[in-house]
């Protein structure tokens, strides 16, 4: 039996009883839920100490009002030092930037790259005061002075109780006695009286009643409904190895799901396929650890310095003492990271990130390594030196599968595969498809199959 739910507006908290009738005759269609308020959890967006801790519980708080302070020391010196090397930058730009060379080109990026840096640690700066996004009363509050605060990291809880609604929920078979606008009344465990509420709004469709507002007999009965959506339908390639694979399509398209497949994360319905070998179905444990991934979301430990962030990975992978000293080496000397290796995750650059994460998918020698939009929301340059590095890691050997939306990309890819509503557009190398289609750009192509 599916139940819907019912939004009511009024000023209360605590379990309630809703009755459709008069206080004299509560019998008559009575039903439970609970009254909620817009809540919000306060985080951290920087690692850091905790100086202070300006709230306690119960407080009261305005849009603006500072919840706490991290010790931002060490960014305001990395401020300084990237302020010194945005100067550098711009003087070494100055010398050259009449000349119409690939010299001055890399130096006007370098001037960029150290920009986004200095602005990067001077929103560090500001981010180390926490303060309240809306007007409301402090619920919780979670961390200490003293304690080390991490990138998304909660620090208060805060709800606006001046906004409160109840939720109950009500059998299928008796839903047509409600309606928009009626009245009702509520019995809050605290009080003796009933209040009064108004129905602002009935769900279409049904649900799981939480546990606290349902009986066991009840729970029983009701029906949960899933919609199943073909997600990737009757995906067939075969990609050499030691190649460059490039997966296009737009979002929800399929990509997604087409990696986790091949990860050996979900199953397909139907079908068979094989990664490096290895039966996606069967043998998915196998995958995992001939794999490596990089996630379009930077998914490394920022209150881990790069140095910490390698060990972790390394001892997952389970390389021993003399292995994990000569791959950290290779993956820093190929990030570029030296002299970074005792700095917080959190303050590096979305490109240096980017080296970092890379680095890590590849410390156990995979023999595939999978790359979801790995430059997205980085700088030209970076763009560029990430590419030389997949062209080099390719060359060596290593089979690389790529989802971009930046068309320039697909053109470097050995192979490309377009992917719209979970089917395979086309597939082959980039001049064939262009040809085939009788277009002269992958991206005219890409909007082709978009628009149909």
Wanted: charge should be positive; include cysteine.
């Amino acid at each position: 039996m599916n139940r819907f739910y019912l939004i009511l507006f009024l000023i209360f908290t605590s379990i309630f009883t809703l009755t459709a009738c008069s206080p004299g005759n509560p019998k008559y269609n009575v039903y439970t839920g609970t009254i909620e308020a817009t809540t919000i959890n306060i985080q951290s967006e920087i690692s850091g100490r905790i100086i202070i801790v300006y709230v306690k519980e119960g407080d009261k708080v305005k849009k603006g009002d500072k919840i706490a302070q991290l010790d931002v020391r060490q960014y305001e010196e990395q401020a300084k030092a990237a302020k010194a090397a945005l100067e550098i930058a711009r003087l070494k730009y100055d010398k050259i930037k009449t000349m119409n060379t690939t010299e001055s080109d890399i130096a006007k990026l370098n001037v960029e790259q150290a920009q986004a840096e200095y602005s990067l640690t001077n929103l560090a700066v500001e981010k180390g005061t926490i303060i309240s996004p809306i007007d409301g009363t402090i619920t919780a509050v979670y961390s200490n002075p003293g304690e080390i605060a991490s990138p998304g990291g909660n620090i208060a809880q805060l709800s606006d109780l001046n906004n409160l609604w109840v939720k109950i929920y009500i059998p299928e078979r008796y839903i047509y006695k409600v309606s928009l606008n009626k009245e009702v009344l509520l019995k809050v465990d605290s009080l003796n009286s009933y209040i009064k509420g108004k129905i602002v709004h009935i769900s279409s469709e049904g649900e799981f009643t939480p546990k606290n507002t349902v009986t066991k007999s009840a729970k029983e009965d009701v029906v949960h409904e899933v919609k199943i959506l073909i997600a990737v339908d009757n995906l067939s390639i075969k990609v050499p190895a030691g190649k460059i694979f490039g997966l296009l399509g737009p979002n929800g398209s399929g990509k997604s799901t087409t990696i986790r497949m091949l990860c050996g994360i979900i199953k397909p319905t139907s079908g068979t396929g094989t990664v490096i070998g290895y039966d996606i179905i069967k043998e998915s444990e196998k995958i995992k650890k001939s794999i490596g991934y990089m996630s379009q979301k930077f998914s490394l430990y920022e209150d881990l310095t790069v140095k910490e962030n390698l060990d972790f990975y390394s001892s997952i992978y389970g390389l021993n003492k003399k292995q994990r000293i000569i791959k950290e080496k290779e993956v820093i000397e190929m990030a570029g990271l030296n002299g970074k290796e005792k700095q917080l995750v959190s303050t590096l650059s979305g490109g240096w990130k980017q080296r970092l994460a890379l680095g890590c998918a590849l410390l156990h020698n995979p023999k595939l390594l999978i790359l979801d939009e790995p430059t997205s929301g980085v700088d030209p340059l970076s763009r560029r030196m990430f590419w030389n590095t997949i062209r080099k890691l390719a060359q060596e050997g290593l089979s690389v599968l790529v989802t971009t939306h930046y068309m320039d990309e697909a053109e470097i890819c050995d192979f490309v595969a377009f992917m719209f509503d979970g089917k395979l557009m086309t597939f082959g190398t980039p001049a064939d498809i262009k040809s085939s289609n009788k277009l002269n750009s992958l991206e005219d192509i890409f909007v082709k199959f978009v628009k149909g």
